[in-house]
């Protein structure tokens, strides 16, 4: 499997706070991508990136931003967390866009 | 994007042949048809792709058509551990994006 780490693994956090989700890769692919997951709808893109400094939003970029300083990092910044933002959140990595290599998830609550 | 309509969730036993169906009307020229797997609690991961004909691994076939508008994810003699979410995709590999519908849930009984 491919080197694809997110951390934190699990967060509680307190409505209005910013967080950062990290992901990290090891395979010097060139695109990542953030998802979220909730019952009821599946996997939703949020953002992604297509190298260095290139990112565009995805289906559901509201309320997030993202940045990609160096191939390896992805970082996923929620600048101030709402209850609705209570997901599971993924990260993926692939080398071209028809195969993605996916982390374990970070659950977030926000409380 | 092409979009994709599969069912929601199927049921099967232990030992059957399990064929996943996928529609995909409005697939491109350069599209190509990959299917993922999620086990609870992981993430996706990539278990078949295709662009036309017969496509198989030691995972599973994906028989798709010579119209491509559709496409069927077989997997032989399934067992218990194959219980999980499976997603049909479609796209080239000229779109940056990698968009996930809500998938079929595939639940094994004994």
């Known amino acids: 499997d491919a080197g694809i780490t997110q951390s934190p693994r699990h967060k509680v956090t307190e409505t209005g706070t910013p967080v950062t989700l990290r992901c990290h890769q090891t395979e010097n692919h060139r695109y990542m991508y953030w998802y979220r997951q909730d019952p009821g709808h599946g996997l939703r893109l949020i953002h992604y990136?297509?190298?260095?400094?290139?990112?565009d939003k995805g289906e559901v970029s509201d309320g997030y931003s993202v940045s990609r300083s160096k191939t390896e990092d992805f970082l996923l910044t929620l600048e101030s967390a709402t209850s609705s933002q209570t997901s599971v959140y993924f990260c993926a990595s692939g080398q071209s866009n028809t195969e993605a290599f996916f982390g374990q998830g970070t659950r977030l609550t926000v409380v | 994007l092409a979009k994709t309509t599969q069912p929601i969730s199927m049921d099967s036993y232990e030992g059957q042949e399990v064929n996943i169906t996928c529609s995909h009307n409005n697939i491109a020229t350069n599209d190509y048809i990959t299917w993922y797997q999620q086990f609870p609690s992981q993430g996706p991961r990539f278990i078949i792709q295709g662009y036309k004909t017969k496509v198989t691994n030691e995972v599973a076939s994906l028989f798709i058509p010579a119209d491509r508008k559709s496409s069927t994810l077989s997997l032989p003699r399934v067992s218990l551990s194959d219980t999980a979410v499976y997603y049909c995709l479609v796209g080239d590999e000229r779109d940056d994006k990698i968009i996930f519908g809500k998938g079929t849930r595939l639940h094994i009984l004994p």
């Open positions: 990136s297509y190298g260095v400094k290139d990112t």
